[in-house]
C-alpha cells in the first residue's frame, strides 16, 4: 500500500481542467471564508459548488473533494479560538479527531480507497540532511518567533496562563494539535488533492486550509508569513519523504518552542533564553 498517490501529470491548458482545478479552488479556498473571515456561511456555499463542479466533471474527484469538504464542515462545528478549558480542550478532542477519523472511515470502507495512509513504519532511515533540517527548524523557531509573537501581540490570542496547571495544557493541546495538523492536511487534504493535481498545486491547496486553520487558531497578525512557508515546506517534505514520523517531529520540534514562548510572553520570568524577545 503506498502512503500517497503517485503524482499526476502536469496539467493541461483546457476548459475541463480550468473546471477540475477551479472545483479544488473552491474547496480549499472555502477554508477561508470559515475560518479566516465572518463570511463562514459563504464558506459552505463555496464547499457545496466545489464538490459538485468536482463531481460534473470526474466523479472519483468529487468523491475525494467532498471528504476533504466533509472534513472541514467537521472542524467548522466548533471555535477554534485557544481555550484551555475541560469543555474546550473536550469540543478540540472529538471534532478534531472526527474530521481525519470520518473521511479516513468513508473512504477506507465506504469507497474501498487507499488513497488516505499514515505511514508510520516506512522503512527508511533518516538522512544527515534530514537531520540537519531538525536543528535547522530549532533554531529558526528560536530566533523568529519570539519576535513574532510578542511583538505583534499574538501571544493574547492565546488564554492567560494560570499556574502550571494551564501551562500543563498549553502543553498537551500545542502539541496534540501539531499532530493533528499533520494527519488531517497532510495525510488527509494533501495525499487525496495529489490523485487529481501536480505535487506543487496540492501543496499550494492543502496549505490554504492548513494557513486559514492556524489563522482563526491564534497565529494571525503577520503570522500567515510563517505559517505559509511551514505549511508548504510541510508538504513537500512528505512528498519527498512519505514519512509521517519525520514531517511530525519537525512539526512537534516547532511547536515546542511555540510553547516555550507562549509561556514566556505571558510570564517574562519563564524560558527567559530567548534573545529575540522584546
Given amino acids: 500500500m503506498t502512503p500517497v498517490a503517485p503524482e499526476v501529470p502536469m496539467l493541461r491548458a483546457d476548459a475541463r481542467t480550468a473546471s ?13 471564508l470559515l475560518h479566516a473571515t465572518p463570511l463562514a456561511p459563504f464558506g459552505f456555499i463555496a464547499l457545496a459548488l466545489g464538490v459538485a463542479l468536482g463531481f460534473a466533471e470526474d466523479r472519483r474527484l468529487g468523491r475525494d473533494l467532498g471528504l476533504v469538504a466533509l472534513g472541514q464542515v467537521i472542524i467548522a462545528t466548533i471555535s477554534l479560538e485557544a481555550d484551555l478549558s475541560d469543555a474546550g480542550m473536550l469540543r478540540f478532542a472529538v471534532a478534531l479527531s472526527l474530521a481525519v477519523l470520518v473521511p479516513t472511515a468513508i473512504s477506507r470502507w465506504g469507497f474501498r480507497d487507499d488513497a488516505i495512509t499514515f505511514p508510520v ?17 530549532v533554531a529558526v523557531g528560536y530566533l523568529l518567533l519570539p ?3 510578542i511583538s505583534s501581540g499574538a501571544y493574547l490570542n492565546w ?7 494551564e501551562i500543563a495544557r498549553l502543553f498537551v493541546g500545542v502539541n496534540a494539535v501539531g499532530l493533528w495538523d499533520e494527519l488531517f492536511f497532510i495525510c488527509v487534504v494533501f495525499a487525496l488533492l ?3 493535481f501536480p505535487m506543487a498545486l496540492a501543496n499550494v491547496l492543502q496549505a490554504i486550509v492548513f494557513v486559514s486553520f492556524l489563522w482563526e487558531l491564534g497565529y494571525r497578525e503577520w503570522g500567515p508569513l510563517i505559517t505559509i512557508p511551514f505549511a508548504l515546506v510541510q508538504g513537500w517534505i512528505f512528498a519527498r519523504t512519505k514519512s509521517l514520523p519525520y514531517v511530525v517531529t519537525v512539526h512537534l520540534l516547532f511547536d515546542a518552542v511555540v510553547f516555550a514562548v507562549l509561556v514566556h510572553a505571558h510570564h517574562p520570568e ?3 533564553v530567548f534573545v529575540t524577545a522584546p
Fill in 20 to 32: 477540475r482545478v477551479t472545483a479544488a479552488v473552491l474547496v480549499c479556498g472555502a477554508a477561508v
Fill in 121 to 137: 513504519a516506512t522503512g527508511r532511515r533518516w538522512t544527515r540532511t534530514m537531520w540537519t533540517y531538525l536543528a535547522v527548524v
Fill in 147 to 149: 519576535f513574532y509573537f
Fill in 159 to 165: 488564554p492567560e496562563l494560570d499556574g502550571g496547571g
Fill in 194 to 196: 495529489r490523485r487529481h
Fill in 270 to 272: 519563564l524560558f527567559d
